[in-house]
């Protein structure tokens, strides 16, 4: 992620990058970095987006090869291809040679790092791994987000909160949203607000069921199964 946050910095940009992990929320902040610094509001022109799979690699290609129209770069953004998973051998014997006024930007949900295009972008490019955040990443980044709104939150009612979110970072900025809607007005963020305002994620609520299975506690695991 900082290769990436030094390549806009220097403005001297890779040829191809691929985005890709389970941590969406934060792949998908790095992909809109990369374009805002890349692509100039409005021109349509010298950018394409391609999404899904089932996309025609020689019409990729012909578009790669498509001088830009007064302007210094063409971008193409091409999300959710397969290409990772499945055979592109058009593409992975194309990216060595890409032109030099081009950047091509792969977010992808799915990658085998044994697959061509893979080894090609890693090659020829950057690869860029977002996986979940742990809970002292996630602790600083909610920290830093409540000092711009100029809100505190204790280090235990912080845990409470990371218990009912988890580490999706999507549904946490979701949650957190939602907690400084209700507590507006107010500077510290409480327990008690979380406990009102806050959705627990269904992955943690089996979690803690199949837990209180194993562990013989029939009510508390009942309980979890209803809520």
């Known amino acids: 992620m900082k290769s990436i946050l030094e390549d806009i ?55 790669a090869e498509t001088m830009p129209f007064f302007a210094d770069r063409r971008v193409i953004l091409l999300e959710n291809t397969g290409f990772f998973k499945n055979k592109a051998e058009l593409l992975a014997d194309y990216l060595p040679s890409l032109p030099d006024y081009l950047v091509m930007i792969f977010a992808e949900d ?63 900025s979701q949650e957190l949203e939602k907690l400084l809607t209700y507590t507006m007005g107010r500077e510290v963020i409480t327990g008690q607000d979380i406990e009102e305002v806050c959705t627990p994620q269904a992955s943690n609520q089996i979690f803690n069921m199949v837990r209180a299975v194993s562990e013989r506690k029939q009510r508390q695991a009942l309980d979890y199964y209803y809520d």
């Not at 220097?10 to 691929?18: A, I, S, T």
């Not at 996630?138 to 845990?159: A, P, Q, Y």
Request: aromatic share 10%; hydrophobic share 30%.
């Open 9 to 63: 910095k220097k403005q001297e940009f890779r040829k191809v990058y691929l985005l890709y992990g389970e941590e969406t929320y934060l792949r998908d902040q790095y992909r809109q970095k990369l374009l805002d610094a890349l692509v100039t509001e409005g021109d349509t022109m010298n950018f394409s987006r391609c999404q899904g799979k089932g996309q025609n690699e020689g019409e990729i290609i012909d578009l």
């Open 110 to 172: 799915e990658v085998d790092k044994r697959n061509r295009m893979y080894k090609a972008v890693q090659k020829n490019g950057r690869a860029v791994e977002f996986a979940p955040q742990n809970h002292d990443t996630l602790m600083r980044w909610i920290l830093g987000i409540l000092k711009k709104e100029g809100r505190k939150i204790t280090r235990t009612d912080m845990e409470l909160f990371l218990t009912k979110t988890g580490t999706d970072m999507g549904f946490i």
